[in-house]
């Protein structure tokens, strides 16, 4: 297969919706939507690749067998152009980071998804743009949850403000 042959030797990073991945792999949508950590790990050990499978619950699928589960994002971001801020991200983050392409791809997914979470508390995740999750991505960079067990639901919550969570700021002392 030709993306085996890309893949050696060198970093490849996939992010196919489940319908681009039925397609990938030659099984049909609802066989991917069924199993889903066993077809991206198994694609992803077999080529080499790192994959992330997008939907509810993305997962990113590593060549050595991991398979992490993301927690952020909505409903909202299953539209046009949301998936090029996502390898808008990666691809950042992996040329500032090229040794560190798991956690690089891992970081990218979850800010994206946060991101466009932070972007509904303003709006509605039914007129979600893939330019309202870029506007909330600095504070996604920045954003610390403080809460006592480390958890936060932002979705359902009024914009302000943010109960047992705060953005931090750069402070600007000069």
């Given at each position: 297969?030709?993306?085996?042959?890309?893949?050696?030797?060198?970093?490849?990073?996939?992010?196919?919706?489940?319908?681009?991945?039925?397609?990938?792999?030659?099984?049909?949508v609802?066989?991917?939507?069924?199993?889903?950590?066993?077809?991206?790990?198994g694609?992803a050990?077999?080529?080499?690749?790192?994959?992330v499978?997008?939907?509810?619950?993305?997962?990113?699928?590593?060549?050595?067998?991991?398979?992490?589960?993301n927690?952020?994002g909505?409903?909202?971001?299953?539209?046009?152009?949301?998936?090029?801020l996502?390898?808008?991200?990666?691809?950042?983050?992996?040329?500032?980071?090229?040794?560190?392409?798991?956690?690089?791809?891992?970081?990218?997914?979850?800010?994206?998804?946060l991101?466009?979470?932070?972007?509904?508390?303003a709006?509605?995740?039914?007129?979600?743009?893939?330019?309202?999750?870029?506007?909330?991505?600095?504070?996604a960079f920045?954003?610390?949850?403080?809460?006592?067990?480390?958890?936060?639901?932002?979705?359902?919550?009024?914009?302000?403000?943010?109960?047992?969570?705060?953005?931090?700021?750069?402070?600007?002392?000069?």
């Amino acid at each position: 297969m030709l993306l085996a042959k890309l893949a050696k030797g060198r970093a490849l990073v996939l992010t196919p919706h489940p319908g681009e991945m039925a397609r990938l792999a030659g099984i049909p949508v609802a066989e991917v939507q069924a199993n889903r950590v066993e077809v991206a790990r198994g694609f992803a050990q077999r080529l080499g690749v790192t994959l992330v499978l997008k939907g509810a619950r993305t997962l990113i699928a590593h060549p050595d067998g991991r398979v992490a589960v993301n927690t952020s994002g909505n409903p909202g971001m299953a539209k046009g152009g949301s998936g090029d801020l996502l390898t808008g991200l990666i691809a950042g983050l992996l040329a500032q980071h090229p040794d560190e392409l798991a956690r690089a791809v891992e970081a990218a997914v979850y800010l994206h998804g946060l991101a466009a979470d932070l972007a509904v508390r303003a709006a509605d995740e039914h007129t979600l743009l893939a330019t309202d999750s870029l506007a909330q991505l600095s504070s996604a960079f920045r954003f610390r949850a403080t809460g006592p067990n480390g958890y936060l639901w932002l979705q359902g919550h009024p914009a302000e403000p943010l109960h047992g969570a705060a953005i931090e700021r750069p402070r600007n002392d000069k």
